[in-house]
């Protein structure tokens, strides 16, 4: 049903709500309440302190224009006995008609104080008597109020009650409500305990939903893989290495050749910190698959992280003959084409590269693992394309981004996981600092000791150029130190927004010793493996989460070195206190990851489009966390009971889960 059918909502109108992706009706009522003001505890004006923003009570006294110019001023004054309150409308004659000198009403907003007076400007207001006393707060766009959006949303409710697509048993057993009686009360609550059961209804139903496709998704990966693999000697590889490889590295390949020795294809998550030591694991597995004649692929996000992974691979497997081919955009076409022919030939057994490798044209004589890394840069169905180069091959994906475990269970329902805890033996922890902008010139100097000593430094910067915000760029920031503080140390630039061979002749030139001193964008973050490098000084820190700083931050310490690790902010707030704090005192990425959870709360703490995952509408895997828990139970029962969901029972579920990955063909949702 088309917006516009909604009395109030014209054109001009639906336009606007087209920019907030709303178009039907339907689509409005599922535009939920991004917050609510709570008027149901009004405070008395006596109590209020300068700057709270609360609900308080009022009788209108009086009202009055103080002066007429550019801007139109609307005034009342109100009393609840206790005390009185200026209240002022800037431009809104519409909401100070409303007001009725006698009448009392509730309002919310924020209230300066001083010792003559207390006042409020433009607060929201609803009459005494308004038997829904938790008013919705939503997203807003210019030219739509958060007024408007109620009124029209009071309108939908009436029109559209909501299809319900969940079954009666498991709504009976989870004692949820009925749809058109959480969406009513998700918008318009009767009650603090009815806007709870409401937020439950829908968080409870939106987790299941996704916890059903994704396991739908492994389910469906059951078909037996493609090609038979039988147990190989694995000693001959871990005796060519030159170092011992950690209990955690042996026990994840053991983990990862137990499943490829099954009937049913791997389909496994190797998720480890950084340098905890993932691609010695890739190479065992491919190793495994060559072994057993069959061939492998790596697909990484970027160039850089794809010849990095090409360099230790071949370092890993050449000796036994094991050629690794790489195929990445920048190659020239007859390049391409040599690497393309020795694939489909089986001439070659391993092949690295970017998303070129899901090319149509790209095929393999026999495709027996495929390996992604860092996956939450590419989607499900990413994943998917590379996995159908072969017939039903043994997919493993890896990923430095540590997640605590029950988000990974939610976030990889489709995969199994093995964890690699343990470090390498020989790293040495890297030194974490927090300063802020004033200790500039000693970091310079600390960066001039170690270039002069051989070594070699990072310095992170949030944007690549100059422009609105102040925050420090990579490019002011890189003439600056070349032509002043490091003149006569060689300094290079990486982005982004380089060319592909620009910026492979910048790491080329850093990982050789050319470049001393590295100034780079987040570009840095994964895949650059360069021991010679010590320091790393991240500026304006604060423009960081604390997954990327950690990442960030891994880029030293790769050696026999003591590396150092400095966080530039001049940010005060207790957020970024709390951040700095765990970074100088923790580099375990687990513990890292707990500590991000719990600062960032509710919200898109991994960005699930990221990960491949449709986006939720209210639902958070970190904000409801019991939640996701309790929906993890029903969903295996469910599908227990029902894997494909087939039953008459669960046709609502069915659709439900098409709905929300929406393009259900590409996930096999059909």
């Given amino acids: 049903m088309d917006i516009t059918y909604l009395k109030g909502v ?83 004659q519409f909401s100070f008609d409303k007001l009725v000198v006698g009448q009392s009403y509730l309002f919310y907003g924020k209230v300066n104080c001083d010792f003559v007076k ?20 939503y997203s807003l766009t210019k030219g739509l109020s958060n007024n408007m959006i109620a009124a029209n949303m009071r309108t939908a409710l009436d029109i559209y009650k909501g299809e319900e697509l969940l079954p009666d048993y498991i709504r009976e057993k989870a004692g ?24 439950y209804r829908l968080i409870f139903e939106e987790l299941l939903v996704l916890q059903l496709g994704l396991m739908l998704l492994k389910n469906r990966k059951k078909s037996k893989a493609g ?86 691979l071949s370092a890993f497997l050449e000796p036994f003959g094991i050629k690794v081919e790489l195929l990445t955009g920048s190659l020239s076409q007859k390049e391409k084409n040599e690497v393309k022919e020795r694939l489909k030939s089986g001439k070659s057994l391993v092949a690295v590269g970017t998303q070129a490798l899901i090319q149509k044209n790209v095929q393999f004589k026999e495709l027996g693992l495929s390996v992604t890394d860092e996956q939450h840069r590419f989607g499900v169905a990413q994943r998917s394309e590379l996995q159908a180069k072969g017939t039903s091959p043994h997919s493993l994906v890896m990923s430095a981004t540590p997640i605590p475990r029950t988000l990974a269970l939610m976030i990889y329902a489709d995969l199994d996981i093995s964890v690699l805890d343990e470090m390498p033996k020989g790293r040495i922890p890297i030194r974490t600092y927090w300063v802020d902008e004033s200790y500039h010139q000693r970091l310079y100097n600390f960066v001039i000791k170690y270039v002069k000593a051989g070594y070699q430094a990072y310095i992170v910067c949030p944007l690549i150029e100059e422009g ?5 760029a990579a490019t002011a920031y890189f003439e600056k130190l070349k032509n002043g503080y490091f003149a006569g140390i060689s300094v290079g630039l990486l982005h982004g927004k380089m060319k592909q061979a620009e910026k492979d002749a910048v790491m080329a030139d850093f990982k050789a010793n050319k470049v001393s001193v590295l100034v780079s964008t987040t570009v840095i973050e994964v895949g650059v493996d360069v021991p010679n490098a010590v320091v790393m000084i991240i500026e304006n820190a604060e423009q960081f989460g604390l997954s990327q700083l950690h990442q960030l931050r891994g880029r030293v310490g790769r050696g026999n ?11 005060k707030t207790e957020y970024t206190k709390a951040r700095m704090e765990t970074m100088v005192a923790t580099s375990n990425g687990f513990e890292i990851a707990d500590k991000d959870l719990e600062l960032r709360g509710p919200g898109d703490f991994f960005g699930y489009a990221q990960h491949g995952l449709p ?25 227990k009971d029902d894997p494909n969901l087939t039953k008459e029972k669960n046709n609502g579920l069915r659709e439900l889960t098409k709905r929300l990955f929406s393009s259900g063909e590409k996930f096999g949702f059909n």
């Fill in 118 to 137: 207390k006042e409020t400007a433009s607060p929201l207001f609803i009459p005494e008597w308004e038997e829904n006393k938790i008013t919705p707060k």
């Fill in 227 to 312: 090609v038979r693999l039988k147990p190989v000697d694995m000693s001959g590889f871990y005796g060519s290495l030159p170092f011992v490889p950690t209990n955690a590295q042996k026990r994840a390949v053991e983990e990862c050749i137990a499943d490829m020795l099954g009937e049913l294809p791997m389909n496994r998550l190797l998720q480890g910190d950084v340098g905890s030591g993932k691609t010695l694991v890739a190479a065992a597995l491919m190793y495994f698959a060559a072994m057993n004649g069959v061939q492998s692929s790596l697909m990484a996000p970027t160039e850089i992280l794809a010849k990095q992974h090409r360099d230790s």
């Fill in 10 to 92: 014209g054109e001009k109108k639906a336009k606007l709500y087209e920019k907030l992706g709303i178009t039907t009706v339907e689509g409005l009522v599922g535009f939920y309440p991004r917050d609510y003001f709570d008027f149901s505890a009004p405070k008395n004006i006596c109590e209020i302190e300068n700057g709270e923003s609360c609900a308080f009570k009022g009788r209108v006294v009086k009202k009055f224009r103080p002066h007429l110019g550019r801007i139109a001023v609307y005034q009342a004054a109100i009393s609840d006995d206790t005390d009185e309150m200026l209240v002022t409308f800037f431009n809104t």
């Fill in 176 to 199: 949820l409500l009925p749809i058109d009686e959480a969406l009513r009360n998700i918008h318009f609550p009767e009650s603090a305990e009815m806007l709870g059961k409401a937020k």
């Fill in 615 to 639: 986006p939720l509408k209210i639902a958070s895997m970190t904000g409801n966390m019991e939640t996701v828990k309790q929906v993890q139970r029903y969903s295996a029962a469910i599908l």
């Fill in 561 to 571: 070195v003591q590396s150092h690790c400095i966080l530039v902010s001049d940010s």
């Fill in 468 to 472: 609105a915000s102040e925050k420090t």
